[in-house]
């Protein structure tokens, strides 16, 4: 499996952008695909992840963003709404493809497959 993700850019605060996020191979919607960020200068970040037809939201972008995913077109999606300066990242999409793996699903070691990212620039 591979990712490429797409949808960044600049936005004013308060804007949108939806980032997506396309898979070549095969994806299970029980195995976890989520979206992480990594702002200069930080750690790279859990923002969501969709797993099982559940999903879980680090709590800063709670009633904000939204992930979802398309199991016919092999994607998932991040609605990102209300944008804030603090949101200005390049945002990653991660896949476990294994089904498993250390920690959980909110943690970078879970996952073993990455796209390439996907700058978002939220200006004030």
């Known amino acids: 499996v591979q990712l490429q993700a797409s949808g960044g850019g600049l936005v004013q605060a308060g804007g949108s952008l939806r980032l997506s996020c396309a898979a070549s191979?095969?994806?299970?919607?029980?195995?976890?695909m989520s979206w992480f960020r990594q702002a200069p200068g930080k750690e790279r970040e859990f923002v969501a992840v969709?797993?099982?037809?559940?999903?879980y939201y680090t709590d800063s972008v709670k009633g904000r963003f939204t992930i979802s995913r398309d199991a016919a077109k092999n994607a998932v999606y991040l609605q990102m709404n209300s944008l804030k300066p603090e949101d200005t990242a390049i945002y990653y999409c991660g896949y476990n493809s294994n089904g498993y793996g250390p920690g959980g699903p909110r943690e970078r070691l879970f996952y073993d497959v990455w796209g390439q990212g996907t700058l978002v620039t939220v200006s004030s």
């Open positions: 191979g095969r994806t299970f919607s029980t195995y976890a």
């Open positions: 969709g797993i099982g037809g559940a999903t």
